[in-house]
């Protein structure tokens, strides 16, 4: 069965659908089944559309959120090692010890990075072969452990995936 239509329909159809023109007087003749798509078949394209964009959002979001949370990962690293740096650096020994590697744990709170909000702790162990925080002045070893957290700032969906950096490491008095 062939469908006629008249030739000024012709710049409505592209050639692809179309298929070959056969000029009769003032009409086009097109092959059955090539006028085009039915309503059922647009339809399901668009439901098949909808699933792939579905699909390429989640993860979207997905990649958001783990670079989010990679960014917080190498900026805790970057704060725990800074504050290491510092502890090495500081003096301790038999004729003084520097206050920044007395015993204890200390803590500072909102250190603000690249417009994220960090708390770095910093433990030190005046005896690391017994459990707990020991606070010796006379001691020859310490063990230092920096912790650094991301602080959340609400429930976003792209809050990060952790972030949290412990660096742990042990100094000796320099004269023995």
């Known amino acids: 069965m062939t469908q006629h239509f008249p030739k000024s329909a012709a710049r409505l159809f592209p050639s692809w659908v179309t298929g070959p023109r056969v000029c009769q007087d003032e009409t086009i003749s097109l092959p059955a089944g090539e006028l085009g798509f039915s309503m059922l078949e647009a339809v399901i394209s668009l439901l098949l559309m909808t699933i792939v964009a579905l699909g390429s959002a989640s993860l979207f979001s997905y990649s958001v959120y783990n670079n989010s949370g990679a960014s917080d990962r190498a900026t805790s690293m970057a704060l725990a090692q800074e504050a290491l740096e510092l502890s090495r650096g500081a003096r301790f020994n038999s004729t003084g010890t520097d206050p920044s590697l007395v015993g204890g744990t200390t803590s500072q709170l909102g250190i ?30 310490k063990s230092i452990t920096i912790t650094v957290a991301p602080r959340l700032t609400g429930k976003g969906w792209a809050s990060g995936a952790g972030g949290t950096i412990t660096l742990i490491t042990q100094r000796s008095r320099t004269d023995h």
């Not at 702790?121 to 010796?136: A, E, R, W």
């Open 112 to 141: 603000v990075r690249g417009s994220r909000t960090f708390d770095v702790t910093k433990t030190i162990d005046d005896d690391p072969s017994t459990t707990g925080v020991q606070i010796n002045a006379a001691s020859n070893f």
